[in-house]
């Protein structure tokens, strides 16, 4: 999951604090099987705190959905941030949720968030499938 973010800050470019985040959580007892955060200073710093990341990653989304903020105190000033969610099925019913967010200056685009949450999904480590 680190490499998607890589990739999509190398891809789009990125200033100085943005940050994104990708968790992936189990619907039936909300454990939190994977939790990638970074945040870009130059080159990518990765977050391995227990704390707060994005100031507003608490706030759940339903799978679909999107929760916008145009005023996210960071370190470094305000950012726009943007979360999506999506739950993915195993063979019969929905058994993970992901959740995707994106911190940065300018204002993220929905598709770019459904499209990290699309390739998560499609992660083999994660053994998820559509």
Do not use: C, W
Not at 68 to 86: E, F, I, M, P
Not at 95 to 103: A, Q, S
């Amino acid at each position: 999951m680190l490499l998607l973010f890589e990739h999509h800050f190398k891809l789009n470019g990125s200033d100085y604090d943005d940050m994104g985040q990708i968790s992936v959580t189990e619907l039936l007892d909300g454990k939190t099987v994977a939790d990638v955060r970074i945040s870009m200073y130059g080159n990518p710093f990765i977050n391995y705190n227990a704390e707060r990341f994005i100031p507003d990653d608490s706030v759940m989304v339903a799978s679909g959905e999107f929760f916008r903020n145009d005023s996210v105190k960071v370190y470094y000033g305000t950012k726009h941030s943007l979360s999506y969610a999506l739950n993915i099925p195993d063979s019969t019913m929905a058994r993970y949720r992901i959740y995707v967010r994106l911190t940065t200056d300018s204002i993220p685009a929905d598709s770019t968030l459904i499209k990290l949450a699309g390739k998560v999904a499609a992660l083999n480590e994660l053994k998820l499938s559509h």
